[in-house]
């Protein structure tokens, strides 16, 4: 599968993740640009966020799988509180399911989008957000047509 490259939203300030051995290749696939998530060689489930072994089957045999990049929205919260002095509101905040990974939630930002504007069931590509020093993290922006 072809992997999705997305747009880089720099953002000041905003915190980045603790990275841990198990969801390392996560962050890595992150600084590529990439949505990879984990995957069970054993059961073919997907793992988000990362663990040690399937929390289907138990195994451990594991892999980190490139996604797509489309997803669509479950959910979302517009936030008024500036709950950091460097950011601004209102902001979004969605859920969203990964087409190619059914069941699985990744939350993240969602950009180019007015409040007025989401809706559950809206189409999104994955973008990240360019934390602290650079470190990116997933968020969204509404799916254009045909893409």
Not at 34 to 48: T, Y
Not at 71 to 81: E, G, Q, R
Not at 105 to 122: L, N, Q
Request: proline share 10%.
């Amino acid at each position: 599968m072809t992997s999705f490259h997305s747009t880089v939203y720099s953002t000041v300030g905003r915190p980045f993740p603790r990275v841990s051995p198990i969801d390392e290749p996560f962050w890595s696939a992150c600084r590529s640009h990439v949505l990879a998530i984990q995957r069970c060689d054993g059961c073919s489930a997907f793992i988000h966020p990362p663990l040690p072994r399937c929390s289907t089957c138990l195994s451990e045999d594991l892999h980190f799988e490139a996604l797509s990049g489309r997803a669509t929205v479950l959910t979302y919260t517009v936030n008024h509180h500036v709950w950091r002095p460097d950011w601004t509101e209102p902001y979004i905040v969605c859920l969203a399911e990964p087409d190619d990974a059914a069941g699985v939630r990744v939350i993240g930002e969602m950009f180019d989008c007015s409040p007025a504007e989401m809706r559950i069931g809206m189409p999104v590509r994955v973008a990240f957000i360019e934390a602290n020093h650079g470190f990116p993290v997933p968020a969204f922006r509404p799916a254009k047509a045909g893409g």
